[in-house]
């Protein structure tokens, strides 16, 4: 279909031994594995007695033993996964960071896991309400979610009016607006609801804060920095863990896609104020080979049928693509 108005239909990653392990997995490697195709699309699974194992170590972030995890294709199994490692229910989980236990949003685990990352899963902690003046349009909050239902605050902007609200933090995750669950609404949409809040009046949060060790207890982070010049995953490959479809083993991203992913990154967060490199990277995939703004909003259209892109968004990011593709960026 042409450019305009279309909706999203409910779219809805180390290897060394470490003393005091817990081990959770089958034999089976990381959920479907398969050399990506080209065109991202990955190929058919091969059967399982052919898939590499792949072993991952991970620990709770705010402190806890070593354990290892396999046999997982997607983020909610990766979840499952480190939960029953831990002896935990995977809901307490709300995101995961690779190579520290710090809350750093540069170091977030997205789609792409490094073969050589230690994945470190931080958990359900204090819980707080607080209430805020809507003094300007825009709150000066930047949204992501978990891949599994919790949406939570990626990065501040200096100055704004969430930024003096010292009670809301990085990492936070936003678990009612006005009194309204919204466990389970993706990114995009708790962006728009709180954008949509009237201006002059106030609102309230519920939020919850990441279990902290008491080394973590350090001044308040702004968040990932918009350059995003961070590298995660210093490994011979990456697991590309996909909300649909099987998990790929691929090789390390190319300069330009890690350029044109950053670049759609940065669009989705001045468009729709989201951050969320797997649905940048798949933007990337879709749009690399196609010739046209309308060519890319049909494939897009056929890829993320459940957004709403702006047609403005859609031209800027094929833009993008090009130019990234050609060596202009």
Not at 27 to 47: D, E, I, Y
Not at 242 to 255: C, Q
Not at 297 to 304: F, G, H, Q, R, S
């Amino acid at each position: 279909m042409p450019l305009g108005p279309w909706k999203k239909k409910n779219k809805s990653t180390k290897e060394h031994l470490v003393e005091n392990e817990v081990v959770s997995g089958g034999h089976t490697g990381a959920g479907s594995l398969s050399k990506s195709a080209v065109n991202g699309a990955g190929l058919p699974a091969p059967p399982a007695n052919l898939r590499p194992k792949l072993v991952f170590h991970t620990q709770l972030a705010h402190g806890s033993p070593t354990g290892r995890i396999e046999g997982f294709g997607n983020v909610k199994e990766l979840y499952a996964k480190i939960a029953e490692v831990f002896n935990i229910t995977p809901p307490e989980i709300l995101f995961c960071t690779l190579n520290t236990h710090k809350i750093d949003m540069d170091k977030l685990l997205g789609g792409q896991i490094g073969l050589e990352d230690f994945i470190f899963a931080h958990v359900r902690g204090l819980k707080k309400e607080v209430e805020v003046y809507k003094s300007e349009d825009a709150l000066g909050l930047t949204i992501t979610d978990n891949g599994a239902g919790y949406a939570f605050i990626k990065r501040i902007k200096d100055g704004s009016v969430a930024d003096n609200v010292k009670v809301i933090c990085v990492g936070d995750h936003i678990e009612c607006i006005n009194g309204q669950n919204i466990v389970g609404t993706r990114h995009y949409e708790v962006a728009r609801m709180l954008k949509d809040l009237p201006k002059d009046k106030p609102f309230t949060l519920k939020l919850v804060e990441p279990m902290k060790a008491f080394d973590m207890l350090e001044p308040r982070s702004k968040g990932a920095k918009p350059a995003g010049e961070n590298k995660i995953g210093t490994g011979r490959g990456t697991l590309r863990l996909r909300s649909k479809g099987p998990a790929t083993v691929e090789d390390e991203p190319t300069e330009f896609e890690e350029k044109a992913v950053k670049k759609v990154d940065d669009l989705l967060e001045s468009y729709m104020g989201i951050r969320d490199t797997e649905l940048a990277a798949t933007m990337v995939e879709v749009g690399r080979d196609k010739k046209n703004p309308d060519e890319f909003a049909m494939a897009l259209d056929e890829t993320l049928g459940d957004f709403a892109f702006p047609d403005e968004f859609v031209f800027d990011v094929w833009g993008a693509i090009g130019d990234a593709r050609d060596g202009r960026l």
